[in-house]
């Protein structure tokens, strides 16, 4: 076509990485004799989360809402955003419960925290999964409110990292949350909470 | 083509700038005390894993063949990501890459864009390209907010602003943010740097991130972070941008079990980094609805082309070897002139731009091994410093001292006669050494030469 450049970007990068790989090797599989899985310890997923500064609740199945309304009533919360799928039975009579319904942004700022599930969890890390469900909520949910008050049951609770990465859903966005936000930007001080959600507290349920 | 690697063309030899460096005793103990937290951080982490060796052997096997199979994963991932909801653009250099950049901003009528920490748009200058056409940048990652305010270079890969300390920092953030009283604790500056950030992230319409992580086999992007400013500028805006090196792609989302496993504890020594996203396209009622990838060649494409330096593409930039380096140490990041410093810095930058710019950067290294120690990806960087070394030479651009030394020798060694001579020679010039080899021992010393040669000593025995 006239005026058309002689080929385009894509064209010409794949050329070149053609030519600079040359004659095509067959693909070797892939060693993988590090560590697959590992029997869970919920003890250590505890104190690692607590080396993050997060306070961490063990609470039953039946105990959930009365360990929520504990958890929100020490951080002084009497209203909490929820997202839409959360199971109604875990929410205490004496809290304020905002359903999340396509709030703003700006909206969403002046809320005083966030109470969700989660997907998974990895021991050996202290890591929470989001895969932003219904029982999650979009992902600003979970990420302008200040607190974040989240339940993760037990059998949710993997060792290693393998484990839970094969086990995530591969359509939808995911988060992988390590304690609050923080920086270490400054002096290599490790300093608790910049912009995502400074307090993280988790209820571990089993 | 326009390769450009931040201002690493213009930097002067590392050298030279190494010595004016050196004199800033500020900076190098705020560099060396910075680097000693997380080599003493990474150092225990890294203990903790009985299968460390395992996992970077298998992050090399799965880089090793992304690079050899680069073509069919680029298009793989462009599919995906398309059928994700995403748009894929290629750019053969960093002009090229700032332009379809600037064009997607300027289309949608946008003059602001929120940014997380990348290094690909240091290198391309994305920065000095946006405000050249009006479009203003802020740069969200706190150390990158620091040298942006205090009008800085990186210094450092993961910690930009390693070579500054507390006092500095709050000095710039008094001055830029308007601020009349600030605490002069971490806490104090980073709550600052919330407070200055909260309504740009709440506002601007247009986010740009780079990646740590491109995956063929789903068409997802992921970013590794740890203050939730890269939640926020890859989930708010409307628009999101995403530009990323050809050697960012891996084949599938299992394989994210190895690197997750090896980046954070190789780059700041935490188990598990505070925050990672990973998307994959657009989500309808869930963050941008526009999703544009800008896939970047710049220099990549030349460094895969030669098969002994190849896996210069392994890096994963977690600047373990900046921190472990006894160089980079003493010197810190801004001897290196390129935004990649440090022994990968030594070996990336010379091999993406042309190696006149930056040919002296393959000898800032005593190729002590500290750097391939401490590499998550097993990238053998003394090997390639001696390849590049050679290139050098063999190109012809060998200092002239060097290039005559080497001749010298080379005729000396040839003939047992002109050897003798040779060490007659030094023997006689050994008052005057410090003179003629002013260059080696203003900083060394030469050891004393023997009272006989070898020969001398064998022929009186």
Known sequence: MVGQPMSTAKEQILARVREAIGTREPAAPIDREYRQSLPVNLDQFEERLQDYNAVVYRCKESDIKRTVGYALDARHKTKILVPPDLPLNWLPLHIEFIHDEGLTHAELDVMPGVLTACTAAISLTGSIILSHSGKEGRRALTLIPDYHLCVVFASQVVETVPEAIRSLPRNRPVTTIAGPSATADIEMTRIKGVHGPRTLDVILVS | ?461
């Not at chain 2, 894993?49 to 073509?71: F, G």
């Not at chain 2, 940014?115 to 240091?122: A, F, G, Q």
């Not at chain 2, 600052?192 to 990646?211: D, I, K, T």
Request: proline residues 5%.
């Open chain 2, 1 to 461: 083509m326009s390769i450009h690697v931040g201002e690493s063309e213009h930097a002067p030899a590392f050298a030279k700038s190494a010595k004016i460096l050196l004199a800033n005793t500020q900076l190098r103990r705020n560099v060396r005390r910075a680097t000693d937290i997380i080599r003493g951080k990474r150092a225990k982490v890294v203990g903790e894993m009985p299968d460390w060796e395992q996992l970077r052997e298998s992050a090399k096997q799965i880089k090793t063949n992304v690079l050899r199979n680069l073509d069919q994963y680029l298009e793989e991932f462009e599919r995906n990501c398309t059928k994700a909801g995403g748009h894929v653009h290629w750019a053969n250099d960093a002009d090229e890459a700032n332009r379809i950049i600037i064009d997607l901003i300027k289309d949608q009528g946008h003059n602001e864009v929120i940014k997380v920490k990348t290094m690909t748009s240091d290198e391309t200058q994305l920065n000095k390209a946006l405000l050249a056409e009006g479009i203003t940048p802020f740069e969200t990652d706190l150390a990158d907010l620091i040298i942006q305010l205090g009008n800085d270079k990186p210094s450092h890969i993961v910690v930009p602003a390693l070579h500054k300390n507390k006092s500095e920092i709050r000095d710039i953030f008094i001055e830029k943010m308007g601020l009349k009283d600030l605490g002069h604790e971490p806490e104090d500056l980073a709550t600052a740097a919330r407070v200055y950030l909260r309504e740009r992230f709440l506002r601007v319409p247009v986010g740009f991130s780079g990646a740590n992580f491109a995956i063929a086999e789903t068409g997802s992007v992921c970013v590794v972070e740890s203050e939730g400013n890269g939640r926020m500028c890859v989930t708010l805006p409307k628009v999101l941008i995403t530009m990323l090196g050809i050697e960012k792609i891996i084949p599938t989302f299992n394989d994210l079990e190895v690197f997750l496993q090896l980046l954070p504890r190789s780059a700041t020594g935490e188990r598990m980094n505070p925050y990672n996203s990973i998307w994959t396209g657009i989500t309808k009622g869930d963050g941008p609805q526009e999703f544009h990838v800008v896939l970047l060649d710049n220099g990549r494409t030349k460094v895969l082309a030669d098969p002994e330096s190849r896996s210069t593409l392994h890096c994963i930039r977690c600047a373990a070897c900046l921190n472990a380096c006894p160089v980079y140490r003493q010197t810190g990041g801004h001897a290196y002139g390129s935004i990649y410093s440090g022994p990968i810095g030594a070996i990336l930058t010379p091999q993406l731009q042309s190696m006149e710019h930056s040919q002296s950067l393959p000898y800032a290294s005593s190729l002590c091994g500290a750097c391939y120690e401490v590499c998550p990806v097993k990238i053998d960087i003394p090997e390639i410093l001696i390849h590049l070394r050679r290139r050098i030479v063999e190109d012809g651009n060998s200092p002239f001292t060097e290039r005559m030394g080497m001749k010298a020798a080379a005729y000396a060694m040839n003939d047992s006669g002109h050897l003798a001579a040779a060490q007659t020679l030094v023997k006689i010039g050994e008052p005057f050494q410090n003179i003629v080899m002013s260059a080696w021992t203003s900083t060394r010393d030469l050891p004393p030469s023997p009272k006989q040669t070898f020969r001398q000593w064998w022929a009186s025995r």
